[in-house]
């Protein structure tokens, strides 16, 4: 059974930054496509940042320049580094990974872990 739990959520001032992590049980990060989304009450979910294999990322142009996606495979993990932290950030953020890269959508999801970026 495959399980992804963020953590590292939380609140900060404008202009700060967290670290958010994905802990993958039952699902091996090396090679795999996986991805951050965020959704802000009343929004729709977006893509922030995906990561295909172990070495190509792409970014939502919102978050380009501040936030940086990476994998730990020897410890199963996801992460994502978000610097320079904008109110407009604040939402849940969820991490999400593929069976394959060339499936279309994402087959896992983690539950989710709040943002709250305050001006």
């Known amino acids: 059974q495959v399980q992804l739990v963020e953590s590292g959520g939380g609140s900060v001032q404008a202009g700060g930054s967290l670290r958010l992590s994905c802990a993958a049980s039952?699902?091996?990060?090396?090679?795999?496509?996986m991805a951050w989304f965020r959704q802000a009450p009343g929004k729709e979910r977006e893509g922030v940042a995906f990561?295909?294999?172990?070495?190509?990322?792409t970014y939502a142009d919102s978050v380009k320049g501040r936030f940086t996606i990476s994998k730990d495979n020897a410890k199963n993990t996801l992460y994502l580094q978000m610097n320079s932290l904008k109110p407009e950030d604040t939402a849940m953020y969820y991490c999400?990974?593929?069976?394959?890269?060339?499936?279309?959508?994402?087959?896992?999801w983690g539950q989710g872990t709040q943002v709250t970026v305050s001006s």
């Open positions: 999400a990974a593929k069976i394959l890269c060339y499936y279309s959508q994402y087959n896992y």
């Open positions: 039952g699902y091996t990060t090396t090679n795999r496509c």
């Open positions: 990561i295909f294999g172990d070495r190509s990322q």
